[in-house]
Antibody, heavy 121, light 107 residues
């Protein structure tokens, strides 16, 4: 069974950092692009970053560019999101999602259950 | 940034009825549009990609159509498990964007 499991969420003060991880299983991780998508409680979905299979193409939403860094370790079937200079508006569930494609960003066909990030003093 | 506008915000229907959900893009996205279903407390699930292709395991009662700026998700006959929120998403240009969602509720 294909699955994604996020970890690393929690309560953090504004201005501090947090690193999210996503462990993949049940599919060839290095065959696919991967993404982070977030959702504030009771709100809609916001794509925040994507990375192709070989990390050759990386993209960010304007809201996080310069503060968040996406990376992957294909040998460990893992995706990461380093979040620096966190703001209250970054508070959300963070989902790891698998793309249908390896070389481009298309649609998200497998999702993790999400990890909650709370930014508050 | 391409803005996706979904309508209606809420659709109140009974099981067995047909549901028609709309997604309009602020500029052409060709057929680079996907639809997702999300139930409370769950992650989204991909239903349709490239405007009209059903994802793996998605029942035939779900269908997508459209191109350019106007798209439709149709559920031919609502089952109890179909009452949820539906989002559209474009991949035509970065950033990838989602619509705000349409909630399909039981009438």
């Amino acid at each position: 069974e294909m699955q994604l499991v996020e970890s690393g969420g929690g309560l953090v003060q504004p201005g501090r950092s947090l690193r999210l991880s996503c462990a993949a299983a049940g599919f060839r991780f290095n065959d696919y692009a991967m993404h982070w998508v977030r959702q504030a409680p009771g709100k809609g979905l916001e794509w925040i970053s994507g990375i192709t299979w070989n990390s050759g193409t990386i993209a960010y939403a304007d809201s996080v560019r310069g503060r968040f860094t996406i990376s992957r370790d294909n040998a460990k079937n893992s995706l990461f999101l380093q979040m620096d200079s966190l703001r209250p508006e970054d508070m959300a569930f963070y989902y790891c999602a698998k793309d249908r494609s390896s070389t481009w960003f298309e649609a998200f066909d497998i999702w993790g259950h999400g990890t909650m990030v709370t930014v508050s003093s | 940034e391409i803005v996706l506008t979904q309508s209606p915000a809420t659709l109140s229907l009974s099981p067995g009825e047909r549901a028609t959900l709309s997604c309009r893009a602020s500029q052409s996205v060709s057929t680079n549009l996907a639809w997702y279903q999300q139930k409370p407390g769950q992650a989204p699930r991909l239903l349709i990609y490239d405007a009209s292709n059903r994802a793996t395991g998605i029942p035939a009662r779900f269908s997508g159509s459209g191109s350019g700026t106007d798209f439709t998700l149709t559920i031919s006959s609502l089952e109890p498990e179909d009452f949820a929120v539906y989002f559209c998403q474009q991949r035509r240009s970065w950033p990838l964007t989602f619509g705000r969602g349409t909630k399909v509720e039981i009438k």
